[in-house]
């Protein structure tokens, strides 16, 4: 059974930008379906920023055929020990909406175990060069609503030039995530989200577009200084 895989990991600046030219991860790897290596950035942040674009740190996403392969990259291959050293969560796969290339989306889905439990959604998009001032426009209050919400334990976006762009986020529930995708959450002007979804409809910015949801499986490591992002899940 495939496994999804999120990392976060600090590199040193020539290796971070070296990765943005040639991923780090071959896509010959054994095991490997496919990764998107990324740089980190804070959502909600100034466009022309620091944070926007926080060069040295890295986040992958990725999908292995199945966890024996993803353990053995990280304890035989160089760049495997440098992720290892990293934060990631281990994700298994729930639902998905829209399309995007690489990945395979498997038929068996899983299931969280209680409404209470944590939940992950990740998003991509390869944007159409035209329309990134618009997206901008509409995304960033987005993302400020994801940042500031009371339900996320974990949030944060993603590049890779030219046109690749990503959020990863940690819910403490599912409830509190599709509350705030359809503006019922008890946060400021909390139709921001639907308000974007609205003009996605009426004129894409996408070439291609998905959000996937995960049920996090294990998580490891420690990210800004912080491990254990998610309750009750404990590492194996």
């Given at each position: 059974?495939s496994?999804?895989?999120?990392?976060?990991?600090?590199?040193?600046?020539?290796?971070?930008?070296?990765?943005?030219?040639?991923?780090?991860?071959?896509?010959?790897?054994?095991?490997?379906?496919?990764?998107?290596?990324?740089?980190?950035m804070?959502?909600?942040?100034?466009?022309?920023?620091?944070?926007?674009?926080?060069?040295?740190?890295?986040?992958?996403?990725?999908?292995?055929?199945n966890?024996?392969?993803?353990?053995?990259?990280?304890?035989?291959?160089?760049?495997?020990q440098?992720?290892?050293?990293?934060?990631?969560?281990?994700?298994?796969?729930?639902?998905?909406?829209?399309?995007?290339?690489?990945?395979?989306?498997?038929?068996?889905?899983?299931?969280?175990d209680?409404?209470?439990?944590?939940?992950?959604?990740?998003?991509?998009?390869?944007?159409?060069?035209?329309?990134?001032?618009?997206?901008?426009?509409?995304?960033?209050?987005?993302?400020?609503?994801?940042?500031?919400?009371?339900?996320?334990?974990?949030?944060?976006?993603?590049?890779?030039?030219?046109?690749?762009?990503s959020?990863?986020?940690?819910?403490?529930?599912?409830?509190?995530?599709?509350?705030m995708?359809?503006?019922?959450?008890?946060?400021?002007?909390?139709?921001?989200?639907?308000?974007?979804?609205?003009?996605?409809?009426?004129?894409?910015?996408?070439?291609?577009?998905?959000?996937?949801?995960?049920?996090?499986?294990?998580?490891?490591?420690?990210?800004?200084?912080?491990?254990?992002?998610?309750?009750?899940?404990?590492n194996?």
């Open positions: 059974m496994i999804f895989t999120y990392h976060l990991v600090r590199l040193p600046y020539h290796l971070a930008l070296k990765g943005l030219i040639a991923s780090p991860i071959h896509k010959k790897t054994k095991g490997l379906i496919h990764s998107e290596y990324m740089t980190a804070t959502l909600g942040s100034p466009i022309i920023s620091r944070s926007r674009f926080l060069i040295q740190q890295v986040a992958i996403f990725a999908q292995w055929e966890e024996a392969a993803f353990e053995t990259y990280l304890e035989t291959e160089k760049f495997g440098t992720l290892a050293k990293g934060w990631h969560v281990r994700l298994a796969f729930m639902r998905e909406w829209g399309k995007i290339s690489g990945y395979k989306i498997p038929m068996q889905k899983a299931e969280l209680n409404e209470s439990s944590p939940v992950v959604a990740v998003t991509i998009a390869r944007m159409k060069p035209l329309a990134i001032p618009r997206f901008l426009r509409w995304g960033r209050p987005v993302e400020k609503l994801v940042r500031d919400h009371s339900g996320t334990l974990m949030s944060l976006a993603s590049i890779r030039w030219p046109n690749t762009v959020t990863f986020s940690i819910w403490k529930t599912e409830k509190e995530m599709t509350n995708v359809h503006g019922h959450s008890a946060m400021p002007k909390p139709k921001r989200h639907a308000d974007a979804m609205k003009e996605r409809a009426r004129k894409d910015f996408h070439f291609e577009f998905t959000t996937l949801r995960f049920k996090p499986v294990s998580e490891f490591g420690f990210w800004n200084g912080k491990e254990n992002y998610i309750p009750n899940l404990k194996k």
